[in-house]
């Protein structure tokens, strides 16, 4: 069972990350909170990990913080939600907002996450409200990480996180585009947030 990895980061992306350790290359799904606290490729970095096993697969979910990954394991324990599910759920709301949704039996907030239903959301406010007392947020960005200082290749990342996550691409595209209009941040994640947000 492999519990984390400590490695250099050699690929990136809005749900992925591949670890390189000791010439082993470990292809992790990742939720967007991680994705962004992520250093450049070819750094060091360590990763949270939980090992999904299947009859058919293996596969891995990295994550920035033990919250994070607490919460993901947390979340596939409820009826009706997958790994997959848990990691979109995890990018659909930071961490700290979504376990504030949770506790507070915010359904109307729950449901605007992609792939969320009125029924999962109920489910997951009956099933973990009393289980989350004392989760924190998600790991900050590394301090002194430079912000990508290429918008097309932010924008880029965040139509990729977007289609991900189920949004057709034309409406994603018009929802960065107004994010922009209306002064969004040039950093991954806030602009990811509020793409989102505009398409709900």
């Known amino acids: 069972m492999i519990a984390s990895l400590r490695g250099t980061l050699i690929e990136k992306h809005p749900n992925q990350a591949i670890v390189d350790v000791g010439g082993v290359g470990y292809d992790l799904t990742i939720p967007i909170s991680t994705f962004s606290a992520l250093p450049e490729t070819g750094q060091p970095v360590e990763l949270r990990v939980h090992t ?24 596939i324990t409820v009826g009706g939600i997958g790994p997959k599910l848990a990691v979109t759920i995890l990018s659909g709301l930071a961490t700290p907002e979504l376990v504030a949704a949770i506790r507070g039996g915010q359904v109307d907030l729950l449901v605007r996450i992609p792939g969320v239903g009125k029924k999962t959301a109920e489910r997951l406010v009956l099933e973990l409200r009393e289980k989350l007392e004392g989760m924190a947020g998600a790991a900050p960005p590394p301090a002194g990480q430079p912000a990508a200082t290429v918008l097309s290749a932010i924008d ?43 398409l709900r």
């Open 52 to 75: 999904h096993v299947r009859e058919d697969a293996i596969a891995l979910f990295g994550f920035a913080s033990a919250d994070e990954k607490a919460l993901f394991e947390k979340l």
């Open 156 to 198: 880029q990342d965040v139509l990729s996180a977007l289609m991900n996550l189920g949004c057709n691409r034309p409406a994603a595209e018009a929802a960065i585009r107004k994010a922009r209009a209306g002064g969004a941040s040039d950093e991954f994640e806030p602009l990811f947030r509020r793409s989102l947000e505009l």
